[in-house]
């Protein structure tokens, strides 16, 4: 990859910000923050900062998960941010303050004024919604009531955890919003078309408010949700991942594109489907019901296998099901279902693969059946869980 503007650096940023950038794309992004002279080639502070108030559909969780996936493959970076540290008007230093707070995860964002800092930092624990004009509200699954309305029309409705966009008057220019699901919690969307949603723990989308006639229908999404496409043979359906795109006109399917997850599949329910690389447009894969499509990103191959498709959606009930599932990837499933960490010592068992069924219980349960059914030991303090 060659970048040779600074316009495009921005764009990098952008897809870092959003969680649509590749693997491959951050990769570039911290080489390139390594190895080159920022007097140049990067946006200003000014220009950084805009991009930051514009967007700012951050994740800790996966800007955390990406970072420590790039220290493995590319060795860890050799800066580090201090909290407290003063902002100077010095613009190099600021340059790289604010193109390393994208890279180090962190939900702060500055907006200088005089020479001087505010900071505003949002939980990562919160569900948040963020509309068109990047205003961000912190939602509450227990409340019920208008989200956003106009002088006309409702234009969002919450009924606690479900968003239902108007399919009332026309748009004629696309205007996005951003939910962030964070761990152990879960979200419903209805989009103005009639397409629901359903978002898992841990698990960002990107959605017009309003789709336009004539136009793709197009959802961006990093994490893992189950769509129910509404039928519309006139305007296709495209579901943007991390690294997979996925075409339909109308049908029910999963998928699950966790940054940190070495496999990312498509399983289709019901109705047809195809997906593809996004780097490979033309290498589109058909998926008839019943069938699982993995992109596995070390071999960059899809491959296609019947399925019991209730395994991959069980996570709708509350339930985790695991069939040859990494035990890495086991922890991962139950950090993102129950807000906690776990800390593994054991690199050999992490390869292991196991068959596991969990019911919607408490972790303390889920950990019992761990340890009497593989003789697994485990400490907890607060959310940390260290396997040994």
């Known amino acids: 990859m060659t970048l040779k503007r600074s316009h495009n650096i921005n764009e990098l940023l952008l897809k870092y910000i959003n969680n649509t950038i590749s693997l491959e794309e951050a990769e570039f992004l911290l080489d390139y923050i390594k190895h080159n002279d920022v007097t140049e080639e990067f946006p200003s502070v000014e220009e ?50 604010a193109i390393f707070l994208f890279l180090v995860g962190l939900t702060v964002f500055f907006k200088l004024f005089d020479g001087t800092s505010k900071e505003e930092i949002i939980s990562s624990s919160e569900i948040t919604f963020i509309d068109g004009q990047g205003k961000i509200r912190v ?13 006309n029309a409702v234009i969002v409705h919450q009924n606690k955890s479900q968003l239902v966009f108007s399919n009332k008057g026309k748009a004629h220019k696309l205007v996005y919003n951003t939910l962030n699901v964070p761990n152990g919690k879960r979200m419903q969307i209805v989009l103005s078309d009639g397409t629901v949603v359903h978002l898992n723990s841990g698990t960002s989308i990107r959605f017009p408010e309003m789709f336009i006639d004539g136009k793709k229908r197009e959802v961006f999404i990093s994490g893992e949700a189950f769509f129910d496409v509404a039928k519309d043979p006139n305007n296709m359906f495209v579901v ?16 699950s594109n966790y940054p940190e997850e070495e496999v990312q599949h498509v399983v289709l329910v019901e109705g047809s489907v195809s997906m593809h690389q996004q780097k490979v447009p033309d290498g589109k894969v058909l998926l008839s019901p019943g069938m699982k499509g993995s992109l596995h990103k070390e071999s960059e191959l899809i491959e296609t296998k019947e399925v019991v498709t209730d395994i991959y959606t069980s996570w709708m009930q509350g339930e985790l099901v695991f069939r040859n599932a990494s035990f890495r990837a086991i922890l991962n499933s139950l950090e993102r279902k129950y807000a906690v960490s776990f800390v593994l010592n054991n690199q050999t068992l992490a390869k292991e693969r196991f068959n596991a069924s969990f019911g919607n219980k408490p972790i303390e349960d889920v950990l019992q059946g761990l340890k009497n059914t593989y003789d697994i030991s485990y400490t907890i303090e607060e959310n940390i869980i260290t396997i040994k």
Do not use: M, W
Not at 245 to 255: A, C, K, L, R, S
């Open 139 to 151: 939602l509450d699954t227990t409340s019920t009531g208008v989200l956003i309305q106009n002088q």
């Open 240 to 255: 943007h991942g991390n690294e997979i795109d996925v075409e339909v006109y109308g049908t029910q399917f999963n998928i």
């Open 48 to 97: 950084v900062l805009d991009i930051i108030s514009a967007k700012v559909e951050l994740r800790l969780e996966d800007k955390d998960r990406i970072y420590r996936r790039l220290e493995e493959k590319i060795g860890k970076a050799e800066f580090t941010y201090k909290e407290k540290r003063p902002l100077f008007r010095n613009n190099t230093f600021l340059r790289l303050a």
